[in-house]
Nanobody, 125 residues
């Protein structure tokens, strides 16, 4: 069983930065961040695969601006978000997958068994 608790959301001006935290308990194979804008489906943002030296993956929208990382001492996965734009406004969710399928299919929502409650990020123009 994995428990996930997100924090760090808030309101920021366009061009600003935020760091989201996902405190976890339990073991996982892949951890990821997702987001859901109002009236839209939840979409993949970034993933961290525990094996293979902590390989990371990003959506096209996140690449170059966001960084996913893990602090094993703090049992926390982070999402550093820079150069934020209004289109980044969404509820951000942390997810964890317990099997190798989540590493191979990190971009699929059904690869993840555990989800946090979400944290709101609002980027004002």
């Amino acid at each position: 069983q994995v428990q996930l608790i997100e924090s760090g959301g808030g309101v920021v001006q366009a061009g600003g930065s935020l760091r989201l935290s996902c405190k976890y308990s339990g073991s996982w194979y892949t951890a990821s961040w997702w987001r859901q804008a109002p009236g839209k489906e939840r979409t993949f943002v970034a993933a961290f695969k525990r094996s293979a030296g902590g390989r990371t993956y990003y959506s096209a929208a996140a690449k170059g601006r966001f960084t996913i990382s893990r602090d094993s001492a703090e049992n926390t996965v982070y999402l550093q978000m820079n150069s934020l734009v209004p289109d980044d406004t969404a509820v951000y969710y942390c997810a964890a997958g317990g099997t190798s399928d989540s590493g191979a299919y990190y971009y699929r929502e059904d690869s993840y068994d555990y989800w946090g409650q979400g944290t709101q990020v609002t980027v004002s123009s």
